[in-house]
C-alpha cells in the first residue's frame, strides 16, 4: 500500500448577470428535473460515468453502483440540497420503449452559501454530444434561481476534457488542493 496525491482544482464562477443559452439536445435525448423516485437512476449514470476512469481511483466510492448509490442518498439529505440544480439525462432511441440514463449533475448550496457542484458525469458512449454542458448550464441556472451569487467545483487536473468545458462555461481556477489516496497494489 501506498499513498498517492491527486492534483485537483478548485474552480469558481461568479454567475451575477451571467446568461446561458442552452445548446440544442441531439434526438432521443431529455434532460429531467430531480425526483427522488429517479435516485437509482442518477446512481446508476454516476456509476456508469466514473468507473473505470481516474476519479474512481480518487473516490473509490464512483467504481462501485452501490458507492454511487449511497453517495446520492447523502448529497440529497444534506441540509443544502438544491433540487433546482440536480438534473439527469435520459435517452431513448426511436421506437424503443426502455429509456436509458447517461448523465447526471448535482448541486448543493455550501455553509457560505456558495453553490457547490457535487458531480457532473456523462457516460462514456454518450460523450461528446454536449450534454456535460448542458447538465452544467441547469445546475448553473438553479443555482441562479436559489438566488446564489457564485458556485465552484473541483476536478482532478488530468481531467482535461472536464477542466477545458468548465473553463469555457466561464469558471476561473482559483487554487489548487491535493487528495491524498492509499492506493492498494494489486497483484
Not at 499513498?3 to 441531439?26: C, H, Q, V
Not at 431529455?30 to 468507473?51: N, T
Not at 449533475?105 to 456523462?122: C, E, K, S
Request: proline residues 3%; glycine residues 12%.
Amino acid at each position: 500500500m501506498g499513498l498517492t496525491y491527486f492534483k485537483r482544482y478548485r474552480m469558481e464562477i461568479d454567475l451575477s448577470g451571467r446568461a446561458w443559452n442552452l445548446p440544442p439536445l441531439p434526438l432521443g435525448y431529455d434532460v429531467l428535473p430531480w425526483d427522488f423516485d429517479q435516485i437509482e437512476h442518477h446512481a446508476y449514470a454516476k456509476y456508469a460515468s466514473f468507473r473505470g476512469e481516474l476519479d474512481s481511483n480518487v473516490f473509490p466510492c464512483l467504481g462501485e453502483f452501490d458507492g454511487c448509490l449511497r453517495l446520492m442518498h447523502e448529497i440529497q439529505s444534506k441540509q443544502g440540497f438544491l433540487s433546482g440544480a440536480t438534473w439527469l439525462v435520459s435517452h431513448c432511441e426511436a421506437g424503443d420503449l426502455e429509456m436509458d440514463f447517461c448523465g447526471t449533475v448535482q448541486g448543493i448550496r455550501d455553509r457560505t452559501g456558495f453553490g457547490a457542484i457535487q458531480n457532473l458525469g456523462v457516460v462514456p458512449e454518450h460523450r461528446g454530444l454536449g450534454l456535460g454542458r448542458t447538465l452544467m448550464i441547469y445546475a448553473l441556472r438553479g443555482f441562479q434561481a436559489a438566488g446564489l451569487s457564485r458556485a465552484y467545483l473541483e476536478v482532478t487536473s488530468q481531467n482535461d476534457g472536464a477542466v477545458q468545458l468548465y473553463e469555457d462555461l466561464g469558471f476561473r481556477r482559483a487554487r489548487t488542493v491535493y487528495k491524498a489516496v492509499e492506493m492498494v497494489e494489486v497483484g
